[in-house]
């Protein structure tokens, strides 16, 4: 049994790390949008792009499943929750 609550920790914190990806590429974005940075900023813009090579193959098949939306993308939140129920999922099954 605490074989299973060590990979249900690892994968928890796992969970967390891409979250805040999500949230600081998400921050980005809006300083970007909202010319708070030009993005001729490198330091910011390498940050922005390396997250986004690092996330975009979580993000693209929710892309392709969920309907266009225009210029609100909606992907990360729905990878958000997915992961906040596999984590419910997984705490369930162990502790049960």
Not at 29 to 57: E, K, R, T
Not at 79 to 95: D, E, K, T, W
């Amino acid at each position: 049994m605490s074989g299973l609550i060590a990979v249900q920790q690892i994968i928890g914190m796992l969970v967390n790390v891409l979250i805040m990806l999500i949230v600081i590429q998400f921050v980005i974005g809006l300083l970007f949008a909202f010319n708070v940075v030009n993005q001729s900023n490198q330091f910011l813009m390498q940050v922005y792009n390396s997250i986004n090579s690092l996330l975009d193959p979580v993000l693209r098949p929710i892309r392709r499943i969920m309907p266009n939306t225009g210029a609100i993308d909606f992907s990360p939140l729905v990878l958000i929750l997915g992961l906040n129920i596999l984590l419910i999922v997984m705490n369930a099954v162990i502790y049960g």
